[in-house]
T-cell receptor, first 109, second 114 residues
Framework: AQRVTQPEKLLSVFKGAPVELKCNYSYSGSPELFWYVQYSRQRLQLLLRHISRESIKGFTADLNKGETSFHLKKPFAQEEDSAMYYC???????????FGIGTKLQVIP | DVKVTQSSRYLVKRTGEKVFLECVQDMDHENMFWYRQDPGLGLRLIYF???????EKGDIPEGYSVSREKKERFSLILESASTNQTSMYLCASVLPGTGGYGYTFGSGTRLTVV
């Protein structure tokens, strides 16, 4: 069965410090991985996907199949990055997605 | 620009009531999903539908049912609401074969069962 693990429920960093939100997955097939973000009082939205290898709002994430990880990184945190972040795994048929429990990122001014 | 609309932002219902949560999307997506979002538990899949009148159970279907009579509308039904169904409910949709582009979510319905 597929599983997504986000080990930290809360991550607090100072403005300007590097950010790394951890995500590990368990899946026997070829994974499609995503990061979703939910800002306060806003709907959940896609942040980035591993297949695009893009940087969104300064965030990047690299799929490491050997370590089964998909950590989200940003070199310099901004206050507007404070939000709830979910790692998600698309496990095949019907695009059924499994989500992690989420990590709340708090950027301290 | 809103593409997935959930009809109610907040609902308060009594224990034992039958509750309907409505979701409409205007993107002609085949696949639609209902999740519940709880602190410390993340998002858990209740039911999903991959076509009109087609439905599949997710990870936590107990106490819920769904209806998909039209492509654009996917309803979640709580047959007899209980206090442990107090939660935020999220609807999402995606085109089949484009899962790589991710879901589009509604703004959520916060249901309180008293």
């Amino acid at each position: 069965a597929q599983r997504v693990t986000q080990p930290e429920k809360l991550l607090s960093v100072f403005k300007g410090a590097p950010v790394e939100l951890k995500c590990n997955y368990s899946y026997s097939g070829s994974p499609e991985l995503f990061w979703y973000v939910q800002y306060s009082r806003q709907r959940l939205q896609l942040l980035l996907r591993h297949i695009s290898r893009e940087s969104i709002k300064g965030f990047t994430a690299d799929l490491n199949k050997g370590e089964t990880s998909f950590h989200l990184k940003k070199p310099f945190a901004q206050e507007e990055d404070s939000a709830m972040y979910y790692c998600a795994l698309n496990s095949g048929g019907y695009q059924k997605v499994t989500f992690g429990i989420g990590t709340k990122l708090q950027v301290i001014p | 620009d809103v593409k997935v609309t959930q009809s109610s932002r907040y609902l308060v219902k009594r224990t034992g009531e039958k509750v309907f949560l409505e979701c409409v999307q205007d993107m002609d997506h085949e696949n639609m999903f209902w999740y519940r979002q709880d602190p410390g538990l993340g998002l858990r899949l209740i039911y999903f539908s991959y076509d009109v009148k087609m439905k599949e159970k997710g990870d936590i279907p107990e106490g819920y049912s769904v209806s998909r009579e039209k492509k654009e509308r996917f309803s979640l039904i709580l047959e007899s609401a209980s206090t442990n169904q107090t939660s935020m409910y999220l609807c999402a949709s995606v085109l089949p074969g484009t899962g790589g582009y991710g879901y589009t979510f509604g703004s959520g319905t916060r249901l309180t069962v008293v």
